[in-house]
C-alpha cells in the first residue's frame, strides 16, 4: 500500500515557477514509477510527467517539455515537480500517481494503469 500527499501548488503570474512536492508513504516506495497528472475545470485529466523506479528514464508530455522537470529522492521517498516558464493553460489540479514497476514507457502516460493518486494540489496561472 503507498499513500500520495502532494504539495507546493500555489498562485503564479505567467512567466513565473513553482515545485510540486508529492510525499510517499510505504517502504517499497523505490520501486514504484511515479507519474504527474493534471486536470483542468471541465477537462479530462492528462498526463504531464513520470520517471521510472530508478530515476534513470522521464517522460513529458509536449505541453511541459522543456519546462517542466521531474526527479525523485528515494530516500527521502518524495518525487517532484520543477515548473517553470509557467503560462494560464498550466492552471489545473495536480495530482501524482504510483504504480509498480517494473514500468514500461508505454505504460507511463496511461491514467488507468497507476494504483495509487494523491488527493491533488492546486495550481493557478494568472496572465
Known amino acids: 500500500q503507498v499513500q500520495l500527499v502532494e504539495s507546493g501548488g500555489g498562485l503564479v503570474q505567467a512567466g513565473g515557477s513553482l515545485r510540486l512536492s508529492c510525499a510517499a508513504s510505504?517502504?517499497?516506495?523505490?520501486?514504484?514509477?511515479v507519474g504527474w497528472f493534471r486536470q483542468a475545470a471541465g477537462k479530462e485529466r492528462e498526463f504531464a510527467a513520470a520517471i521510472n523506479w530508478s530515476a534513470g528514464s522521464t517522460y513529458y508530455a509536449d505541453s511541459v517539455k522543456g519546462r517542466f522537470t521531474i526527479s525523485r529522492d528515494n530516500a527521502k521517498n518524495t518525487v517532484y515537480l520543477q515548473m517553470n516558464s509557467l503560462k494560464p493553460e498550466d492552471t489545473a489540479v495536480y495530482y501524482c500517481a504510483a504504480q509498480r514497476g517494473p514500468t514500461p514507457a508505454r505504460a507511463m502516460g496511461v491514467v488507468s494503469l497507476y494504483e495509487y493518486w494523491g488527493q491533488g494540489t492546486q495550481v493557478a496561472v494568472s496572465s
Open positions: 510505504g517502504r517499497t516506495f523505490s520501486t514504484y514509477a
